[in-house]
């Protein structure tokens, strides 16, 4: 039509002469306006581009949100953000959709009589204020409770973290990232000492091989996925998926191999034995910057309640670990893992091999497991024992699920041993966080109470009496579900839920706030590689709703402590910044100020002399780095561990009555529970429903056909979900894969509440179930 | 005075021998220089820009009718806003693929699809392989729960400075460097089909104008004051 239009003589005479006229007009009379020709020429009338983090996953890709007359009405990548330098994902692309739902929560529901009452959210917050003055009286300061989020801002987690520790004086300090990443939080800790990774994406560009442990990354982490197909592309980059499961990323991979569930502790074993046997090992390395250290064996699963351990870790030499190792011979393993020699062999050669830099990179495969922490260990000592660790390309790499799981969950520390900075078991870390708070020392207990999934059981038992829920939904993640959902339900129990939408945990609650949701309000997320992002509020929340935040604050001004939450309203977020950076004043752990973060697209901690920090321990990029060339500082005597850990069995494994493997996770289309991504129409057509992906074989054994509804039984009860063969993923043989979005069909109503010992973080990849044609 | 000169030539040979040796040992105690090869694409927004050049005279001869079986109204249609990544509007075969292999198959450089008797529709970042990142199918009809997001609009086309002058680009280049994938050949709809695909060089002529785009630090002249 543009050059039709042109070419057409008669319209083209037409216009001319229409703007000849008003061409005429202006200049006779000036400042005279033609707002409908003149406005319909330009675009978009006025968009307002606005930075963000992303609202969904760990990977924290730098977003501009188009805000157009009070509304949120597009989204680009940031092409400045270092993180996915312009390029989205599905989930990204269509983020702002998720808060537009027709049935968000506006106002304040509080239930009386088992039906919910409208309320201001003045008489909400007095309410709650008041329950758990009473619940403290009644039942001691350790029966109220808070269980938050990895989607918490780093404002919302620090002021529960001050009000509950600080404030009220209980540990009972929560967050869902248990459920995804304590695992990654323990391996840093018994390795370096101090938590998260070392390296950073640019990694990605420097890599010549990554390797993949269990992880769907192409699905989970498709912007990065993208990095490394590019690196591939552009510089010939190998990409290995190893995994229990055939995926996107499998297909996409140069080579895929299989191993059975909970045997990567044995395969990762077996690599050290290679790199050791081989002569692969940088001696230099390990002499100069290593420890070799082993703990505590046959260490259980937690399945009962009040389950207790603590590790004791004993010092040992290198010699004695070279002949722990000799037990994982490839061939040994073989027989254990079910992957070939030959694969084994070849894994170990790109590590060993040094002329190659090779980044490994890991998520819930190896967090979401009962030796979680241990394989954690493992992977480090890889690239230990090679030396191939801290420098650009060669990194181990713990990715996460969540926007803030690092940011607010790991770095505020919302888990109940932590504080800010260090852990409510050390006394001087405990005398700083009460005086930044502003609070005695003696109301911070040195003893940790309960980790989640504890918590939940304590809620059960009636220790815990009363629990505040933000933006999480416990009612569909918790492993084991129905246990936790009948204790919410007892008598006695006040459940309070900040929510965005009703969820099964809103279901529960006895008050119910309406939260504002990302851009609706500020604040700053951190990402996987150490990066703080601020937002900015760019829009109006719903009704009634309020930021997590500013909830938190006026029930503790309502409890009495209105001198340590003196925060104005117009600049609470800056001010609860900067009072938390006063923790991490240090060269290991320096946060970037608010300007800096609102100028660019993130700062990496440590932010040192106005610089991010890419590669730590690598004095040449890390001013915290005082020896040498590796400064492994986390740990007193400056040296990372290498730990030796044992292959042991997973907590139930497939027996005659239960001969199946259970794997659970998650798709593209939808992040988490899907109570944000199912309310975007896109992605809830692209994946309208769970379902239970079956190998090809194991199904036509069963007569099994795509579809066909399938009963999945566990010990802890049954479901049934349409048979997926040949679609998404494809098990291997004698396993099962269910994705955990779909409150319709709730998987964790059959899976296991064991827990990795050190981490507390349940494993929601393995239980034995049986399954039947329904 | 010979033997001297002898002796002295020995002696700085031997300490050209240690030097040097003791050089080489030093430099090799560095880690070795390799040359990194370059990672990614140079100048991305430039990137693209001649990609599909070699059919450009193709389409400028291929006799092509108003009617693509696409116009620009079902363009829009399957993006959740002005700008959005379109889902996929037909079956696919292959769920499990990242895209590469399949999509591309089509994607990447059109032709006549018997199947679905249209056109397909020409990528123009065919270097980003994992193609379900971004574009998702869509298998069922119904919400989970009503929807009310009101998206971003496209512009009005035909925007141009003067009559006759060449209209801008009203939209952001980002991964759509390629202008001849979408504004050339069978598969675009005919509102937005360039009529001089020939002329490769579009952005010789067509302005980048998003005016959509708020630029920070414009930079801008102080006005100065004439006396009078």
């Known amino acids: 039509m543009i050059f039709n239009e042109l070419s057409n003589r008669r319209t083209f005479l037409r216009r001319m002469a229409k703007l000849s006229a008003m061409a005429a007009a202006t200049a006779m009379f000036p400042g005279i306006m033609f707002p409908n020709e003149q406005l319909a020429a330009i675009p978009n009338g006025s968009i307002d581009w606005k930075k963000a983090p992303c609202r969904f996953c760990g990977v924290g890709c730098g977003v501009l949100v188009g805000i157009q007359q009070g509304k949120a009405v597009a989204v680009k990548g940031d092409p400045k953000s270092s993180v996915n330098k312009g390029l989205c994902c599905v989930k990204g692309y269509h983020s702002i959709m998720a808060l537009y739902g027709a049935d968000r929560l506006t106002k304040p529901l509080v239930k009386e009589n088992g039906k919910y009452v409208e309320k201001t959210m003045d008489e909400a917050l007095q309410l709650i204020a008041e329950k758990m003055k009473e619940t403290i009286k009644d039942y001691g300061k350790d029966s109220v409770s808070i269980y938050g989020s990895g989607q918490w801002t780093i404002p919302d987690g620090y002021v529960a973290s001050k009000l509950f520790k600080g404030c009220i004086g209980t540990n009972n300090v929560e967050a869902n990232a248990r459920l995804c990443m304590a695992s990654a939080v323990t391996g840093f800790m018994s390795s370096f000492g101090i938590d998260e990774p070392m390296g950073c994406y640019e990694d990605i560009d420097h890599a010549n091989v990554f390797v993949l442990w269990g992880n769907n990354m192409a699905e989970m982490h498709p912007v990065l996925f993208s990095r490394l197909l590019d690196q591939r592309m552009n510089r010939g980059s190998k990409i290995v998926d190893f995994a229990t499961r055939t995926t996107r990323t499998s297909t996409a991979a140069d080579k895929s191999i299989m191993f059975k569930p909970q045997t990567d502790l044995a395969v990762a074993n077996s690599i050290c034995y290679e790199i050791v046997n081989n002569g692969w090992v940088n001696e230099r390395f390990i002499e100069n910057h290593c420890n070799f250290s082993k703990g505590l064996t046959n260490i259980g699963y937690g399945m009962e309640d009040k389950y207790s351990f603590q590790d004791k870790p004993e010092m040992i030499d290198f010699d004695t670990y070279k002949e722990f190792l000799k037990d994982y011979s490839p061939e040994k393993v073989e027989k254990i893992s079910g992957v070939s020699a030959r694969d084994i062999k070849y894994m170990a050669s790109l590590y060993g091999d040094p002329n190659v830099k090779v980044m490994s990179l890991w998520c819930m495969g190896a967090n979401q497991h009962t030796r979680g922490t241990w394989i954690n260990n493992l992977i480090y000592n890889i690239h230990l024992l090679t030396g191939k660790i801290s420098s650009p390309g060669n990194s181990p790499f713990s990715l996460t699920g969540q926007p803030s799981a690092c940011g607010t969950v790991r770095e505020v520390g919302t888990l109940t041993h932590k504080l800010p900075h260090g852990v409510v078991m050390n006394e001087e870390h405990r005398k700083e966080a009460a005086k930044i708070w502003d609070v005695p020392i003696n109301n911070i207990d040195p003893k940790p109470s309960y980790h989640t999934v504890e918590m939940f059981r304590a809620l059960d038992r009636g220790e815990i009496r009363f629990m505040w829920i933000q933006v999480t939904n416990p009612m569909v993640t918790m492993p084991k579900l129905k246990r936790y959902r009948d204790a919410a339900k007892k008598e006695g129990r006040f459940i309070v839920v900040s929510d965005i939408y009703p969820t099964p945990t809103t279901d529960i609650a006895d008050v119910i706030l309406p939260s504002a949701c990302w851009i609706e309000r500020e604040g700053m997320y951190g990402n996987s590689e150490r990066r703080t992002q601020y937002f900015e509020q760019m829009i109006e929340p719903p009704g009634q709703a309020i930021s997590d935040t500013w909830q938190i604050v006026e029930v503790a001004r309502r409890m009495g402590f209105g001198k340590q939450f003196a925060y104005k309203k117009e600049t609470h977020i800056e001010e609860i910044y900067n009072e938390y950076r006063r923790f991490h004043d240090n060269k290991k752990h320096n946060m970037a100020p608010l300007e800096v973060l609102k100028s660019q697209p993130g700062a990496m901690w440590p932010y040192v002399d106005g610089k991010s920090t890419k590669w730590r321990f690598n004095a040449a990029y890390d001013p915290a780095c005082t020896q040498g060339e590796f400064d492994f500082y986390g740990k007193p005597d400056h040296r990372a561990v290498i730990w030796q850990r044992p292959y042991e069995q997973a907590a139930e494994e497939p027996d005659a009555d239960y001969p199946f493997w259970l794997n659970t996770g998650r798709v593209i289309e939808h992040w988490h529970t899907g109570s944000m991504t199912r309310r975007i129409p896109v992605l809830h057509k692209a994946m309208p429903q769970a379902y239970v992906e079956l190998n090809p074989e194991d199904a036509m054994k069963m007569g099994i056909q795509n579809g066909d509804p399938v009963k999945l039984t566990s010990r802890r009860g049954d479901i049934i979900l349409p048979a997926s063969i040949n679609e998404r993923g494809m098990p291997v043989r004698g396993q099962v894969f269910v994705p955990f979005f779909d409150e319709g069909m709730l998987i964790n109503e059959i899976t296991l509440d064991a827990f990795c010992p050190i981490s507390k973080q349940p494993d929601y990849k393995k239980c034995a179930v049986k399954i039947t044609k329904a | ?228």
């Open chain 2, 1 to 228: 005075m010979k033997r001297l000169f002898i002796i002295g030539l020995f002696l700085s040979m031997v300490v050209a021998v240690f030097t040097t040796s003791i050089f080489s040992y030093q430099t090799s105690k560095e880690g070795a220089n390799v040359v990194e090869q370059s990672n990614g694409i140079l100048l991305p927004q430039e990137a693209g820009v001649f990609e599909r050049f070699y059919s450009s005279t193709h389409y400028a001869e291929m006799p092509m009718s108003d009617d693509s079986g696409r116009n620009l109204d079902d363009y829009y249609a399957n993006r959740a806003y002005y700008g959005a990544p379109p889902y996929i509007p037909h079956e696919v075969v292959d769920e499990i693929s990242i895209g590469a292999d399949n999509c591309l198959k089509c994607h990447k450089n059109g032709g006549w699809v018997p199947k679905f008797e249209a056109y397909a529709p020409v990528v123009p970042h065919p270097e980003k392989t994992s193609c379900r990142q971004c574009h998702v199918t869509n298998k069922s009809e119904g919400v989970f729960k009503v929807n009310e997001f009101q998206g971003a609009r496209a512009p009005q086309l035909s925007i141009t400075a003067l009559p006759g002058s060449p209209p801008a680009i009203p939209h952001a280049l980002f991964m759509r460097e390629n202008c001849l994938s979408c504004h050339a050949g069978p598969s675009t709809p005919s509102e937005i089909r360039v009529s001089h695909p020939e002329r490769v060089n579009c952005r010789q002529c067509h302005a980048h104008n998003e005016t959509s785009v708020s630029i920070n630090n414009v930079f801008a002249r102080d006005g100065y004051q004439v006396d009078q």
